[in-house]
């Protein structure tokens, strides 16, 4: 069965840094998004990404956030400069439609120390 | 602005009982659709069911069964027997179906602990 694949599992880095995290979606899906969930607290969603622009994006996700779809088949969040607060799980969905559900990713936990 | 309450922080049964986890959920818009998704200890996302505000049908499939009722703002979901496998964290989440709603809205998520 076809799944959202994520890149790194786990990733500690120090303040300030740049991180890319990695998501390869759902091949014949068309909608993609980007979730944070941090330690024990609920899921909030930060962007959607659809027709290689960005459909929607949260509060959370400013300035210092960007996602691009390098290729046809990767989907990526970059960090510029990370912050304490920003330690967290990432979680990578895809959707095939905008109304169809969303399948999620195993996550890549980000540590910034 | 949407918003989804799960009351219910933490459950615990004992193996083989049944089990209502609440969903109550706030929105303006007449129509949008209602997830739940299923985040055990290994912390993946597990989609389970997905409904639409015009569509009130309970369903059922297997051991587990959803009540979706509008007229109350409620999603519930029912594990009947429950199994140490269904120990997890149980997330329902609301989407909006107007053009340029793309997130889902998550509740803070009912920890479910089945007793052997």
């Known amino acids: 069965e076809p799944e959202v694949t994520q890149t790194p599992s786990h990733q500690v880095t120090q303040m300030g840094q740049e991180v890319i995290l990695r998501c390869v979606p759902i091949?014949?899906?068309?909608?993609f998004y980007w979730y944070r969930q941090i330690l024990g607290q609920k899921v909030e969603f930060l962007v959607s990404?659809?027709?290689?622009?960005?459909?929607?994006k949260s509060e959370i996700f400013d300035d210092q956030f960007s996602v691009e779809r390098p290729d046809g088949s990767n989907f990526t969040l970059k960090i510029r400069s990370t912050k304490l607060e920003d330690s967290a799980m990432y979680f990578c969905?895809?959707?095939?439609?905008?109304?169809?559900?969303?399948?999620f990713g195993p996550g890549t936990r980000l540590t910034v120390t | 602005a949407q918003k989804v309450t799960q009351a219910q922080t933490e459950i615990s049964v004992v193996e083989k009982e049944d089990v209502t986890l609440d969903c109550v959920y706030e929105?303006?818009?007449?129509?949008?659709?209602l997830f739940w998704y299923k985040q055990p200890p290994s912390g993946e996302l597990v989609f389970l069911i997905r409904?639409?505000?015009?569509?009130?049908q309970n369903e059922i499939s297997g051991r587990y069964s959803w009540n979706f009722q509008k007229s109350t703002s409620s999603f519930n979901f029912t594990i009947t027997a429950s199994q140490v496998v269904d120990s997890a964290v149980y997330f329902c989440?609301?989407?909006?179906?107007?053009?340029?709603?793309?997130?889902?809205?998550f509740g803070k998520g009912t920890k479910l602990s089945v007793i052997p």
């Open positions: 989440a609301l989407r909006l179906s107007g053009a340029g709603s793309y997130q889902l809205t």
């Open positions: 929105t303006r818009d007449t129509t949008y659709y």
């Open positions: 969905a895809s959707s095939e439609k905008l109304s169809y559900e969303q399948y």
């Open positions: 091949s014949n899906h068309l909608y």
């Open positions: 409904r639409n505000s015009f569509d009130e």
């Open positions: 990404f659809y027709n290689n622009e960005i459909s929607e």
